[in-house]
């Protein structure tokens, strides 16, 4: 029977990486899909650019829409101050269950909270799931038709306040022009483009800043 993407990527986490330490978590997965075989991390170029703006934010609460095989979500949790949380999102179960033990491997599971199913279904529980009153920083990395209605979604449902902010990959490539032109146009955004490459190859993509305005 054949192994799926993202069971590789643990394989080699597990294989590769120091138990405990998120650097050689992230650094493993980097190395392998730049090398073994490409996967949908938003990887070292971008992540560096996502790194500066959490240690600038150092976000309470911290909400990632997209979790694939937690590499972002180990990046992130790296980077959170103490008593932070990350509630990371994902859809696909097969994509969860591998994401949940790459957390673990890495041992940011007390600052990671993984949560499945549609982001539609959980946006508007979320307030009082988690009893929490709006997000400091939204990392939008999930599907590229999904970032203009969620981002809608959670306006509605009060999820953002005055400063939160957003953070958006592959708005180049694969692309989500409706939601640049929402957050660039709109007068409820300060919005601001990050220059960078799609993971691990040449190809131009980048990551999209913006701070709802209230
Ligand atoms: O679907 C995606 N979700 C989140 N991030 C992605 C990401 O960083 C890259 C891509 C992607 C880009 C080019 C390509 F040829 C095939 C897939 C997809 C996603
Ligand atoms: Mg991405």
């Not at 978590?25 to 996502?50: F, P, S």
Request: proline share 5%.
């Amino acid at each position: 029977y054949g192994s799926t993407r993202p069971e590789r990527i643990l394989a080699e986490v597990k294989s590769k990486a120091t138990r405990g330490d998120a650097r050689s978590v992230v650094d493993t997965i980097d190395q392998y899909c730049r090398h073994q075989e490409w996967a949908m991390n938003v990887g070292d170029e971008k992540g560096t650019i996502l790194d500066s703006i959490v240690c600038e934010v150092k976000p309470r609460a911290m909400l990632e829409l997209g979790t694939y095989c937690g590499y972002s979500a180990v990046r992130i949790a790296s980077l959170l101050p103490p008593n932070s949380r990350l509630i990371t999102m994902e859809f696909n179960p097969v994509f969860a269950a591998i994401a949940r033990q790459v957390i673990a491997w890495a041992g940011v599971e007390d600052k990671v909270v993984l949560i499945e199913g549609p982001s539609g279904d959980w946006i508007p529980k979320m307030k009082k799931e988690f009893g929490l009153t709006s997000f400091d920083l939204v990392f939008l990395d999930h599907w590229k038709d999904c970032y203009l209605p969620d981002t809608k979604l959670m306006e509605e449902c009060g999820l953002l306040r005055t400063g939160s902010i957003l953070v958006a990959d592959n708005v180049i490539c694969p692309g989500a022009p409706d939601y640049l032109e929402y957050v660039r146009g709109s007068p409820r955004y300060e919005s601001k483009y990050f220059r960078s490459h799609l993971e691990y190859t040449r190809v131009e993509d980048g990551i999209e800043k913006s701070v709802f305005l209230g």
